[in-house]
């Protein structure tokens, strides 16, 4: 397949890749308009006090071109290039894939018993289609606006694939539905969105998943945004699990609008990347909203992640509890930011935030920042943060047990995480996290 | 201590020195412990016991700065902890450690699959470990819990305890494993230790206290005093320093003092 890759980011880029999605009028303005602010906004710098820790002046931004493909389905699972197959996260079932390729090419598949039911899983861009009101009343527009900083406007200006997830009024589905972004082409910019709208008291679980080629010669850009808006009374499970190779670099916001009475469960599982910045933001809107927020993390060699919490409190009687945890190995740098903001009318809210990190080696380093803005007076409010090395007590007990030492940090690391894991009631994505960092231990 | 005792001795301690930070705690120990015999070492708190027991099986913060160690005739010094684990040593720990979120049927498993050098099958480990706790008096969710966490000072010993039984061990240190118990655990423990006894298992029973000797029977009693061993002698010598204390025995030297 020939790839109509673009220049550089660029407003040529923009209306190239608004041309090849065939884009409607109002999508191509809301791209124009936010390239403009992109245009308008510099990329941050440790001068900012957000990114003083994670400094991205080495990345050569215009080294990575975005892909200008018009969409094409792949009609058959099987027709998916093997290595992509051989990663898709392993579930006893599922109800529903979505496969978005870095040159245009699609795959998505859904239980016909659910899309009868009026469930609606596409690509992003048939759903700009398939369900224009949807798209259009939320699409950064509402949770994440492209002026919410550079990289935002960068995606609401390129953006392309993704997926978008519609389930109706009081529809369930039991078996989770899967998202796969796969990044193959060198040096590919890609801009992947999720869009997950759950009408009233209606339940799913989405698991969106990043992947590439491992290694670190593969170098490649994503600059993700994902947009949550779970209904009065649903109940919505979003994992993201980012497996991207070591020369990758990955910017995404997450965001979140809770309405009343809404479960909610995030899991952000960060495995891979060369750097990663992933801002996720809660924002409980309604009353008796009730999120957990956790975050598994490891890094190695030469890896740099940063993860930044929002756990925002608009409405009284809401809850957030929120759990990361952050595994470093080598020279592995990690930053934690969490902010706890609590507004004036959300009186009776109970906010919990805790990060701990475990460090493998005296070469890691990890930050942890919390941040907290209270402005009612009736409210509960726990914070705490660990940064610590491997207990060397624990380690000569395991060893005197017989475990060599690799066996033994394994055991520790996977005792460290279980926390976690634990409250993940979805195997196939335990294995494999269990699995990927086991590995990870070895090389 | 003669030559034909030295090459019979599953463990052979001779003239160990040994010392944390630079400061010697250990003033040279000669120790023979041959297979089928049980060894127990008493000695006031500070005299060196703890020390010796870690020595033994090789943590990092003990270090030997004279004399040796040797297992079925092998230097212990090069070897890390899981060497000697697999080379037949087991330590039962005076205050074993917590490992959060880490269950003790998963640890055991990988523990004795270590040990063996081999995987044991699933259900023939789950077998033994469950006839083996009931014969420790311990309930089956035990094996659910993680390793150590929340557990009390009787289950704590008894883990100890369970791990030796699966590990087999050919030489067992028990450091202060009397120590925290009510009676009643600690003739649990002593029951579990007694039904390992055998011609194949030498043990050394590190102790401050007479009263467990009432239950596991030694067939020599040391006395440890200021890193050295002052007294040897058979099971009397357990009953003369009840009578007499570590002072009475040890003469001058045994203050007693703490470190």
């Given amino acids: 397949m020939t790839l109509q890759q673009t220049t550089g980011l660029s407003r040529a880029a923009v209306e190239a890749v608004a041309r090849a999605s065939a884009d409607p009028d109002w999508l191509r303005a809301r791209r124009l308009e936010a390239w403009a602010a992109c245009e308008q906004t510099p990329f941050p710098t440790v001068q900012d006090e957000d990114w003083r820790r994670t400094d991205i002046s080495g990345i050569d931004f215009d080294a990575f071109a975005p892909v200008a493909a018009p969409p094409q389905a792949v009609a058959r699972f099987a027709d998916l290039p093997a290595a992509l197959r051989g990663v898709l996260a392993e579930e006893s079932g599922r109800a529903g894939l979505v496969v978005q390729l870095d040159d245009g090419r699609y795959y998505v598949e859904l239980d016909p018993a659910l899309a009868a039911k009026g469930v609606v899983l596409t690509t992003l861009a048939q759903g700009v289609r398939a369900l224009p009101q949807v798209v259009r009343g939320h699409l950064m527009t509402r949770a994440v606006r492209p002026s919410a900083s550079k990289f935002a406007a960068l995606h609401g200006a390129l953006w392309s694939g993704g997926a978008l997830l519609y389930v109706?009024?009081?529809?369930?589905?039991?078996?989770?539905?899967?998202?796969?972004?796969?990044?193959?082409?060198?040096?590919?910019?890609?801009?992947?969105?999720?869009?997950?709208?759950?009408?009233?008291?209606?339940?799913?679980?989405?698991?969106?998943?990043?992947?590439?080629?491992?290694?670190?010669?593969?170098?490649?850009?994503?600059?993700?945004?994902?947009?949550?808006?779970?209904?009065?009374?649903?109940?919505?499970?979003?994992?993201?699990?980012?497996?991207?190779?070591?020369?990758?670099?990955?910017?995404?916001?997450?965001?979140?609008?809770?309405?009343?009475?809404?479960?909610?469960?995030?899991?952000?599982?960060?495995?891979?990347?060369?750097?990663?910045?992933?801002?996720?933001?809660?924002?409980?809107?309604?009353?008796?909203?009730?999120?957990?927020?956790?975050?598994?993390?490891?890094?190695?060699?030469?890896?740099?992640?940063?993860?930044?919490?929002?756990?925002?409190?608009?409405?009284?009687?809401?809850?957030?509890?929120?759990?990361?945890?952050?595994?470093?190995?080598?020279?592995?740098?990690?930053?934690?930011?969490?902010?706890?903001?609590?507004?004036?009318?959300?009186?009776?809210?109970?906010?919990?935030?805790?990060?701990?990190?475990?460090?493998?080696?005296?070469?890691?380093?990890?930050?942890?920042?919390?941040?907290?803005?209270?402005?009612?007076?009736?409210?509960?409010?726990?914070?705490g943060a660990t940064i610590g090395p491997v207990d060397e007590e624990q380690l000569f007990y395991l060893m005197a047990r017989g475990l060599d030492r690799v066996h033994a940090e394994e055991l520790i690391v996977e005792g460290f995480f279980h926390e976690v894991t634990d409250r993940i009631p979805l195997e196939g994505i335990r294995e494999r996290i269990a699995a990927t960092i086991a590995q990870r231990l070895r090389e | 201590m003669t030559t034909e005792v030295a090459t019979k001795a599953a463990l052979m301690i001779e003239d160990l020195?040994?010392?944390?930070?630079?400061?010697?705690?250990?003033?040279?120990?000669?120790?023979?412990?041959?297979?089928?015999?049980?060894?127990?070492?008493?000695?006031?708190?500070?005299?060196?016991?703890?020390?010796?027991?870690?020595?033994?099986?090789?943590?990092?913060?003990?270090?030997?700065?004279?004399?040796?160690?040797?297992?079925?005739?092998?230097?212990?010094?090069?070897?890390?902890?899981d060497e000697r684990a697999k080379k037949g040593l087991f330590l039962a720990f005076q205050y074993p450690v917590a490992v959060p979120g880490v269950t003790m049927v998963n640890f055991l498993r990988l523990a004795v699959n270590g040990v063996r050098g081999q995987d044991v099958p699933v259900a023939q480990f789950r077998k033994q470990l469950l006839e083996t706790m009931k014969l420790l008096s311990m309930d089956e969710s035990f094996a659910r819990r993680y390793v150590n966490e929340g557990f009390s000072g009787g289950e704590k010993k008894r883990a100890e305890i369970l791990q030796m039984a699966l590990l087999k061990p050919q030489v067992a240190v028990l450091d202060e494993t009397d120590s925290g118990l009510d009676i009643d655990a600690l003739k649990i423990v002593a029951n579990g230790v007694n039904r390992l006894l055998g011609p194949d298992l030498g043990v050394l029973v590190i102790t401050h206290y007479q009263r467990l000797l009432n239950y596991i029977q030694p067939h020599f009693v040391h006395v440890m005093v200021d890193g050295r061993i002052v007294r040897s002698g058979g099971s009397e010598l357990a009953l003369e320093l009840e009578a007499e204390g570590y002072d009475g025995i040890a003469g001058k030297n045994g203050s007693g003092k703490e470190q």
């Fill in chain 2, 17 to 81: 020195r040994v010392a944390i930070e630079g400061k010697e705690i250990l003033h040279g120990v000669d120790l023979a412990v041959r297979k089928g015999e049980v060894h127990a070492l008493m000695g006031p708190n500070g005299s060196g016991k703890s020390t010796l027991a870690s020595t033994l099986m090789g943590h990092p913060r003990y270090e030997i700065t004279g004399g040796r160690v040797l297992l079925n005739g092998e230097d212990l010094a090069e070897l890390s902890a």
């Fill in chain 1, 168 to 383: 109706p009024p009081g529809v369930t589905i039991e078996q989770p539905i899967l998202s796969v972004t796969w990044l193959a082409t060198p040096q590919v910019a890609l801009f992947p969105h999720a869009l997950v709208v759950l009408d009233s008291a209606a339940s799913a679980t989405f698991i969106d998943q990043q992947v590439s080629p491992p290694g670190e010669r593969f170098a490649a850009l994503s600059v993700g945004v994902v947009e949550l808006f779970p209904g009065p009374g649903s109940n919505l499970r979003y994992v993201t699990l980012s497996e991207l190779g070591r020369g990758v670099y990955a910017f995404n916001h997450q965001q979140t609008i809770a309405e009343r009475d809404v479960q909610l469960n995030l899991l952000a599982v960060g495995l891979g990347g060369r750097l990663t910045r992933q801002h996720v933001e809660t924002s409980l809107v309604g009353p008796g909203a009730n999120a957990e927020m956790l975050g598994l993390v490891f890094a190695a060699a030469d890896q740099h992640v940063d993860y930044d919490t929002v756990q925002e409190h608009v409405a009284g009687h809401t809850t957030s509890d929120l759990l990361y945890k952050t595994a470093l190995r080598h020279n592995a740098r990690s930053v934690y930011s969490g902010l706890i903001r609590i507004h004036k009318d959300a009186q009776r809210s109970d906010a919990y935030q805790a990060n701990r990190n475990l460090l493998l080696s005296d070469e890691a380093r990890a930050d942890s920042i919390p941040k907290l803005e209270i402005e009612a007076n009736d409210v509960r409010c726990t914070h």
